[in-house]
Structures are given as C-alpha cells and as structure tokens.
C-alpha cells in the first residue's frame, strides 16, 4: 500500500516539473496556449492510460503513477474530461452536461471570487 503512495508522489513531481516547463516555455502572453495544450494533451494521454488499465496492458502500479501520479499533477482538466466521458459512456447525458456546464461557468466565477477575495485580503 506504501508502495502505491510513493508510485503517485513520484509521478506527481514528474508531472508538476513537466507542467512548469511546458508554462515556461511556450508563449501565453495573447493566450494560455501552455495550460490548453496541457489541458488537451493530458486528457488525450489519460484516455490512453484509462484504456491501457482495462485492457490489462497496465498494472495498477502503472496506472498509479502514470494516471494518478504523472497527469493528475500533470493537469486536472484531463480528470475531468475522462470523467466526463465516463457519464457519457454510461448514458448519463444528463449528468455529464450538468457537470460540464458547472465546472465551465461555476468554476471561474469561483477562481475570480477567490481572486478578488485574496486582493482584499492581502492587498
């Protein structure tokens, strides 16, 4: 159980100097090109390592680092487009455009109210 812990940090700090890297290197003065392509690229490789992981091709410990570990710290937004294809694969249209809609809308309106909150708090 340790072992599986430690697999996810490991690909956790693999993922998260990937991520910086990529922020560093590509321009996103006009436009975050850095965080949509990691966005786009994360959830194209976690739909991968998902389809690896049910077809045996990965281990758990595999899947752990890379999923979990490697592209969760990688970039959320592929969390959530496999998520969100997990509902639509299981016919909850419903639920996944519900999902979908909340987090596009709710979560900058949060991001920006968190934004002007930590403004006000520290100035």
Known sequence: MFSHWLLVALGGAAGAVLRFYISE?????????????V??????????????????????AEALLLGVGVLGA???????????MMLMEDGRWRTAGIYVMTSAVVGPLLAWFGWKSGQTWFG
């Open 39 to 60: 966005n786009l690229v994360g959830s194209f490789l976690l739909g991968i390592v998902m389809a690896a992981s049910l077809a045996n091709v990965l281990g758990e």
């Open 25 to 37: 290197t590509l321009p996103s003065e006009a436009f975050p090109w850095a965080t949509l392509s």
């Open 74 to 84: 990688f970039t959320t937004m592929s969390t959530f487009s496999v998520e969100t």
